[in-house]
């Protein structure tokens, strides 16, 4: 199969290209359906692939044809704004000859090794001279590497909540909990069907490939799994801080509680004798000048005997 | 086996029928035991399947026999009046020369994908004519894409919740959240062994068609797994949101708590000093000119001596 | 082996038998030990397997002899004044010329079945024709088509909590939410062993019958699954409403809390003043004609300013 | 390889042994680094082996060596005093003439059955004519079944909280179900490496037996198998109950709002009332006959307001 | 391929070894670009390898090379001062002639086994005569047995907490048991992958030893299996702890409502009458001699039939 040219008709596209040898770097950024048609035309991909480049709805995944395999990922993308970690897909076709990406641009990685190899001859020699499984290897790479920011970000977070928990009354930790434990719900859903594909792609790129990738991709695939298994923790960690939160809310209400209740013992009792001697009716003592030591007493006796009670009882 | 001839005697039971070639596409709805009885004089059909058919206790299921296969399928339907999900049966006989679906007419697409074909002849011709393999994919990727909407619509309920909760004491949030729960709950029990049937369904069928379906039903099985993925990842989310509420209810407890502390701090002196000088007996400054001011600098005193003595202990 | 004459002696013991041909179904309800030591004298079972028939620490089994089987089912059995749903035994022994039921006569369609085939000829010629295995699946398709009234019970009970938990306050809804919860636990754990044995039943039990099974023992251990899905998902649904249950208890627990915190907003300002203005001591305006719009003034401004100060802050 | 001779040396090392033809079995209780050392003298027992005998940190294992093998199994022994479950070690060396097994004396069942073979020469006739497997295999099922009281006993207590969370609000319950929970845990622990030590047994232990022990065996995993599945029940069981207590203790708090609320609606209204008509200041219809009713009708038409308007907010 | 001369160079660097005949253990502590560097030129290592003993972005894991395997391992190091459990990588490179172990020194047990074989020749002859496979099985078990002091503190601060939580309101509890948590989690998340790789690994370095370890990495296994069953059951435990926790702070919240109802149920009745009479309006029995036996009598008529109340509806 002849690899199109595709000088002119491409300015008009979102389609750019590299060269080196006879392999060529596809990168269209974002795909419309303008490209996935001009694609059609110049390769032969099947249709439902080209659908899937533009598909909300993909799932990591490899799917192998005689000629070439079409790949999608989903990697995450750290939206600074609305503070959630959301997907972003690259779609994949790599040939013998080929290698085609597809993304909306999101992935800064991916987009600055492709101006490197654009701009930099030394760089383009390095990445394209080995055949595309490698250039595939260097974008997953680099993409993986890309999540080790978003996952730092997490712990940093998760680090402040605790602090936030322990010790202040600060209003948003819920909410800040809420939200952490969200992104990292996401985050996990990214990771976990990108493992299972990473884990299996070298075997299938080996025909794509001059050199041994093996070694290479096994180091991804560690990565990954690391990746993983640090939001696990993660999550786990947040679901006790959680709990924790809520343990300590619920001991705040027994302090206020029991506070509460020292001050209902210690003033209603003053209050009730006061009305007692504010009653307009004859009563003991009434005249006597020790009345008023009198009624302290009473209030004094009464004040001891409830908070000895309450002490004993452990309430407070 | 002959195909058996349907006009006359369909007209009143609820079978319809569609023909191309030596392929007949027939649609039974709803199915009831006069229709099943038909089948079974017509088709060599085995009994149980045939009860199957009727049958609420169904799983989704493949069943082979030597001529025909028999498929259960449940797809999700929301019942927009009741707010629920619920799952709707459609059973289908696949034969070399007919495939016959039966169901409650509760699954619009495939309703609408009959019309179609009934109407428009190229519709029928391309449904058809790549034997009843392809017509069981068109249905099944229908129905599943059908499944989309009713997945968008959780999202945005969710949404909504998460916002009720933050921004808002919102009577109704408990309840939405336990409806929103249970909803996917029963999506994700309707999903689950579909994942097992569609994924094993294309080797089974394919003496069945005339295309390879391979690639199609691979991205079938991607999207129920996407499906899968997605209420996975909700059903995490709405647990969180649940604690989440709860946390933030039992943080504003401690809200009220502390105000009711606060109040009773302030009012409780006042009333206590009040009622004091309240008491029909002879009293210290009684008549003098600044017996006032003397009472409400004792309360000030009691009052900021509490205030200080709480804050420092932090309870308000 | 030649099947023993069980005529006479039988009489005495639990023991009663149905004949077809050279097939014998001994049906022993309740076993005792006089029962197994009768069987250990007729029958070459082993030990180990006559002791478990009386045993109560069985789980459901396959035994696997030269000459026959030895099976062990449990199966459910709603206990009406209990109000619990138990586990009662079924133990069978299988040979070539005869199957032998032992249990305790709680599984009413088992006792049902045997008392037609003793009565009826026509209904002892269908189940006993084709020998011992398809006897066996008609007693075991009963009982699992028995075990759909208890999880209808089920789904009935838990709409019903469902409503006491929004609607109305009812006292014992935590009560029956618990016994619901118990009760689908102990469903599972009955239903859980039983499907590993009915699903690899059907080739063991081949060699004793004459007509093929698989589809029937299909269709049976697809009931099996469907009740053990239908139980997972009320485990779900239970565990969402006690989570509910508790959310709404802890918002009603705010109301009534913002409640009091209104009620001591506006009541004690009035008191706290009015204490002051019943001080025996020279008060302010104390002659004046407008001394008590007055006293309301200063009430007014004072539950005006609380009332306004707690509501900006979202307390009430 | 020559069983040595233990007599004299034996006596003064907490060793013990049997003899039937060439077959020995060695109890030692409790072992110590005399009786290991003693071990190494005699025996070609790997040195790890011997140590693990001794060692606080082993896990129910199988060891395959060519002329013996070497078993640890930790069995349940309930501690009366601390009412919780421990596990118990028992290590054994089986060889061809010889079985050894090391424990501490706590697994009575282990100490009758020595005892009963050195007291009576028909059970050692019994236990020791079938080979060494033979002895294990009574020793286990010994050890298994008496498992099966201290289940009794958890299913006792289980049953007992269930009363205590409903009838009474009895002081220990949260402790009970925290111990209980506890104890489910740690019974657990101590039977899930142990099923998979028992069920892998059979095979290996063949060449040390002169009789097929399959069925033997077969029914100590399933009783086994059985206690595990009682356990996990219970896990779920009393994991209900928490969350039971814990919602019940939600409600009480609730009505006791209420009841608070309701005082305080009735009481406070009748204070305020009568606290302004204590003031010192000129009142409306204060020297009239019908103050007194007309300040009870104002304390009526306030109550009964706030009565009403709470009813109707389903607050009380 | 020769063992490069380390004598001089070395000195500069964090790099020291011992030999014995024609082994090498090389120790580098810590590795820093420096070491890796000198490594690179020395010995055939995969610069991705290198570079895995410097990353903080590991996994365990095993890598397979022609001519040495590279291993990453993690211990748990217990920080006294931050009271947190943290992973220590260990790399090692093995090959027929040399090992090397690349660490920060945290690892004491490494340490002072290296320490011991440069000081004391009889350990180096122990240790380093069996190949370098048999060194690495002294490393890991030595390191394996160092988790056991990390696990029983985390045993002694699990039931101090446990003595905590009932014998006393403790302040620190919450976060004693939120601190125990997370260390849980994490020391679980070192163990996890640390299975694997110890389990898989004696098959693997069987080429670089002289004596067969499969019986002493067994052992280790089992040791680390040990753990892991530990670990797991304190994480059942701390979750139940936390649990119980809070159980018992809401049943405390209730004994204090109830107490506090107790309280207004007596005062608020005295307070009320004694309001009533305080009034300046004429009341009945105002000038009677038994006017305040006649109040006492109204509030105790009150009161009982308050406490009545409250006690039959089973709130106090």
């Known amino acids: 199969m002849a690899i199109p040219e595709v000088s002119k008709k491409e300015k008009q596209l979102n389609v750019e290209s590299l060269a080196l040898g006879d392999l060529?770097?596809?990168n269209i950024e974002p795909p419309t359906e303008r490209e996935t048609e001009y694609l059609a035309q110049n390769y032969p991909f099947h249709p439902l692939d080209l659908e899937g480049c533009l598909s909300r709805v993909q799932r990591p995944k490899i799917d192998l044809y005689k000629d070439y395999l079409f790949l999608v990922f989903h990697f995450p993308v750290f939206n600074k704004e609305?503070?959630?970690?959301t997907s972003s897909q690259l779609s994949v076709f790599i040939g013998e000859k080929y290698l085609i990406t597809l993304h909306k641009g999101e992935l800064k990685p991916l987009v600055k090794l492709f101006r490197e190899c654009q701009i930099d001859e030394e760089s383009r020699q390095?990445?394209?001279s080995q055949g595309p499984g490698y250039i595939l290897y260097r974008i997953i790479d680099r993409l993986v590497d890309y999540c080790l920011p978003i996952l730092n970000r997490i712990v940093d977070n998760i680090e402040e909540v605790e602090d936030d928990i322990f010790s202040d009354r600060k209003k948003g930790t819920v909410k800040e909990i809420s939200m952490l434990r969200r992104d990292i719900i996401s985050f996990r859903r990214i990771i976990w069907p990108m493992r299972a594909v990473i884990g299996?792609?070298?075997p299938r790129i080996r025909r794509f490939t001059k050199m041994d990738l093996a070694v290479y991709f096994g180091d991804t695939v560690d990565h990954v799994d690391k990746i993983w298994d640090a939001l696990d923790e993660y999550k786990e960690v947040i679901e006790g801080l959680n709990d924790t939160h809520d343990s300590l809310a619920t001991n705040r209400t027994n302090e206020v509680m029991r506070m509460l209740t020292v001050i209902a013992t210690i003033l209603l009792p003053i209050t009730v004798v006061a009305s007692l001697y504010g009653m307009n009716i004859p009563l003991p003592f009434q005249q006597s000048a020790y009345s008023l030591p009198f009624v302290f007493l009473?209030?004094?006796v009464i004040i001891?005997?409830?908070l000895y009670f309450f002490h004993r009882k452990r309430l407070i």
């Open 24 to 26: 060529t770097w596809v």
């Open 82 to 85: 609305a503070r959630v970690t």
């Open 126 to 128: 390095e990445n394209l």
């Open 200 to 202: 299996s792609l070298e």
């Open 298 to 300: 009473i209030i004094a």
């Open 304 to 306: 001891g005997g409830m």
